[in-house]
């Protein structure tokens, strides 16, 4: 009896599903996104809710087309703990993905969602099927407030938006918290939040739902009045301005163009602003096409402040064929700095007048990132777009193609500050974890070290502070140069025990390793410092964990307490005599019973340069450079090259705008040498329309007093007097009385944007000149931006010039030569015979004068 009713049972329900199935349409048919859902089951949900939260689900899935090519679906539930039900990549049907929702039950506890946006970033991985060239789309459905490490709820909804994802809240019944929602949803809430009174609601926004995710072709930018601004400068070549036209076509292709569709106008830019086309020239794609097939490289400045008025006053206007209550979007691509004025008054007016800015960078030497995010729209993660080089533009075609649909922006008023559910008011929740952006390779170049965090996770740390100790850690760890052969990170945290958080050969991304700290939970308890200096030389830095034989190892260890298991001297001296390197950051809590010396005792001697005292947790970004500079331990390319070398560096009007540029150079060089008075000695003349000793070879025994040497070198403008400065560096460096040594080879490296405008006919001569006398001196030459001149450039350096001779027109190309010239002025030291010194020297260093000019 009881097998026959079940037997009815399942076939009312199968009836009840294909009935469901049969009136429910689909409402996507061309979409693609990558969705996770996170379903509350907490006791606040009634059975009965939530099988109407189960059915929502699946009728959220009947009106989209499931595939690898279109919708994928993920599903997270919720309460003490968060787990995942299915991925992206395991249920790849509709039917299987229904007969997993059906197997829930819900089992009923808190309400943890901290833990589940946690699930929902590890979900959007490539390894559990994320796709990356698609939308990212979190849906959480709640009907409670969140009572589990709810002071992290908001930060990892900021982490989960960094991806970046965008985040829909729905929230069912009275006991919400509208506040926490507004902090969860993706901005503009009124688009991504949904209040509803019941459970039975969910039913009412199934459509408006798979509408806002169904992302097709041209995606949030459908209908919208499009201008794209072009930057054709001299300092793009032609196989470089190329990649950016067939950029351009691959987002036209991807829009769906007409004139009640989107409309696209195009202004290029270099020394002069030019318009080709207006947004109600052309009114289909195949048209847009062929005129983009017409514009040409220019070359020239950079006249950016212009491009943006010319956008703003000229091409988002009804003349121009702007459209009244239709989207005004811009896009800026750049690989440079402006040369007319700065740019950031005229991009705020631009989005005073509503219109949505997007920048996009290519990191070369003359780019300016403070610049260009000042002329991007907020939020800067989704407005602001960097890649290494030209050939990448195209991998952010999907990002583009599915940007977040946009307001009617040309018709809103910027938003009150007054409101409550403002931006403003959420801004206190939101982190201080710097967004995803290039790696800025000025902060940690190369560093080759092995680096673990070591935090404190006792109960003595409130919740909002062990936040910012991992958003402190998360910065850091975004400022390394993080890979399998450059620097690796582990983490390990202590409360009543240590454990192991992630090993050093588990993340070789910087956004992996930043992510994973986000994880880190808060144990809290008690502070077991010892058990924490032990697991650190016995766990993480072995073999088996990652860690690398010759590699330096070092260990940043945060806490706020005195030990609870026994004094951390023993420990902290095993881990010392190990070769662990251990900065202590000591924050001075409220622990009556502290004792300062086991700090001391924890950090490497000296204690002025590892141990890091301060008050609260608030002050720890002001230690943030300190830090940073430990972790990141350079191995110099000349380890035992002895040379004298002078910087020839060009502080003339012509590189005052990218004087940072020709510093940088000079700083990448000096941090690969050998710098000792018995190694590598480096003097430096600087010039523009006269030449300037800045200093001596004798004046500077390490790396860092060079640098700071370095960074307080000004530009002082004029014109490029490269002959005099030779001849200055042979007449007042390379000489005994200065310091010049004998029995060394002597190097000069000019930096410059290689064109000289003082005494030009005897530049060469005087190149020639110091090749060839007694000191025999080496010359390389390195040109930076679009102005060089690679003739005099070739002619100056010390043939053959495919050796010597460098051109950098963006950042790793400039790293590239001065990696290449560090290489080959690591000479050994030559005692002098009883010939000539110049020739012994030059007969060590192979080297072949010969030149032609013609």
């Not at 993905?97 to 808190?110: C, K, T, W, Y």
């Not at 705008?657 to 000695?681: C, F, M, P, T, Y």
């Amino acid at each position: 009896m009881c097998h026959r009713m079940r037997h009815m049972l399942l076939i009312w329900v199968g009836l009840v599903i294909g009935i469901v199935t049969a009136q429910q349409q689909t409402l996507c048919k061309d979409g693609r996104a990558d969705i996770i859902f996170l379903l509350d089951e907490s006791s606040s949900v009634t059975i009965s809710d939530f099988a109407k939260a189960q059915q929502f689900l699946k009728s959220f899935m009947e009106a989209v087309i499931i595939g690898q090519n279109d919708y994928q679906i993920g599903l997270v539930r919720f309460s003490d703990l968060a787990k995942t039900v299915f991925k992206l990549n395991t249920q790849t049907t509709k039917s299987e993905m229904v007969q997993a929702i059906d197997a829930l039950v819900p089992l009923g506890g808190a309400t943890n969602t901290s833990g589940a946006l946690r699930e929902a970033v590890t979900l959007l991985s490539p390894a559990n099927g994320n796709r990356g060239d698609v939308l990212d789309v979190v849906i959480i459905i709640t009907d409670g407030v969140d009572n589990v490490e709810e002071d992290r709820t908001a930060y990892e909804a900021s982490l989960t938006r960094m991806l970046p994802s965008r985040i829909f809240a729905i929230g069912v019944g009275p006991a919400i918290d509208i506040k926490e929602l507004n902090a969860l949803a993706t901005d503009p809430n009124d688009f991504h939040l949904y209040d509803l009174s019941d459970y039975t609601m969910l039913d009412s926004i199934v459509e408006d739902l798979v509408l806002k995710t169904c992302f097709q072709q041209g995606c949030g930018l459908e209908e919208s009045d499009i201008v794209l601004i072009l930057d054709i400068s001299g300092s793009i070549e032609i196989v470089q301005f190329e990649e950016t036209i067939s950029f351009i076509k691959s987002i036209v292709n991807d829009l769906d163009i007409g004139p009640t569709k989107s409309r696209l106008g195009l202004v290029t830019f270099a020394t002069d602003v030019n318009i080709k086309f207006t947004l109600d020239r052309y009114n289909n794609k195949a048209d847009i096409l062929a005129a983009l097939d017409t514009v040409t490289h220019s070359g020239g400045s950079t006249a950016t402040v212009q491009a943006l008025n010319t956008m703003r006053t000229r091409m988002f206007t009804l003349a121009a064929g702007d459209r009244p209550n239709h989207p005004n979007t811009a896009f800026i691509i750049t690989d440079g700095s402006s040369k007319d004025g700065n740019p950031s008054t005229e991009a705020r007016l631009s989005r005073e007048k509503g219109i949505q800015i997007y920048a996009i960078g290519i990191t070369t030497v003359e780019l300016n990132i403070a610049e260009l995010t000042d002329i991007a729209s907020d939020p800067k993660q989704q407005h602001l777009f960097f890649v290494d080089d030209f050939a990448e533009l195209a991998s952010l075609r999907g990002t583009i193609a599915c940007l977040p649909p946009l307001e009617e922006a040309n018709t809103i008023a910027p938003p009150s500050t007054e409101s409550p559910a403002s931006t403003p008011a959420m801004s206190t929740a939101t982190p201080t974890v710097q967004p995803p952006g290039p790696w800025d390779p000025r902060e940690c170049r190369r560093g080759r070290a092995d680096v673990v965090f070591v935090l404190d996770s006792s109960g003595s740390i409130s919740d909002p502070n062990f936040i910012l100790m991992k958003e402190f850690i998360q910065n850091i760890v975004l400022s390394l140069d993080i890979s399998n052969t450059t620097t690796r990170v582990g983490a390990m945290s202590f409360s009543d025990a240590a454990t192991q958080n992630f090993a050093l050969n588990q993340y070789f991304s910087r956004f992996d390793a930043a992510a994973a700290v986000g994880r880190i939970d808060h144990e809290k308890g008690s502070t077991a410092t010892v058990a924490a200096l032990r697991l650190l030389r016995e766990v993480m830095f072995t073999q088996e964990n990652g860690d690398r034989p010759n590699v330096p190892n070092i260990a940043i260890f945060i806490t706020d307490g005195s030990s609870k298991d026994g004094a951390p001297k023993e420990q902290a001296k095993l881990a010392h005599d190990a070769g662990i390197k251990i900065f202590c950051i000591a924050v001075e809590s409220q622990d009556q019973g502290i004792r300062p010396e086991e700090f001391a005792d924890i950090a490497s001697d000296p204690d002025s340069d590892y141990l890091f005292n301060i008050d609260t947790f608030d002050a720890l970004p002001e230690i943030k450079k300190g830090i940073s500079e430990g972790a990141c331990i350079r191995t110099p390319i000349c380890q035992d090259g002895v040379a004298d070398i002078t910087l020839l560096l060009d502080v003339s009007g012509s590189v005052e705008k990218v004087q940072s540029n020709v510093l940088l150079a000079a700083r990448a060089l000096v941090e690969d040498l050998n710098i000792r008075q018995d190694g590598q000695r480096v003097a430096s003349v600087s010039f523009s329309d006269e030449p300037k000793v800045e200093w001596l070879l004798t004046a500077h025994n390490d790396v860092n007093t060079l640098v700071d040497a370095i960074d307080s070198i000004e530009s002082v403008g004029g014109a490029t007097n490269i002959a005099h400065a030779i001849s200055t560096m042979e007449s007042q460096v390379f000489q005994k009385d200065k310091g010049d040594r004998s029995n060394v080879t002597n190097v000069a490296v000019l930096i410059t944007d290689g064109v000289s405008t003082v005494f030009e006919t005897q530049t060469i001569a005087q190149a020639i000149i110091a090749r060839r006398n007694g000191t025999g001196t080496l010359i390389f030459a390195l040109g930076i931006g679009p102005g060089v001149d690679e003739a005099q450039l070739r002619l100056i350096a010390t043939p053959p010039y495919q050796a010597h001779m460098f051109i950098a027109r963006d950042i790793n190309e400039l790293y590239d030569a001065t990696e290449s010239m560090a290489k080959h002025a690591c000479f050994k030291k030559v005692q002098p015979s009883s010939g000539s010194p110049s020739r012994t020297i030059r007969e060590a260093a192979n080297i072949d004068d010969r030149i032609s000019i013609s």
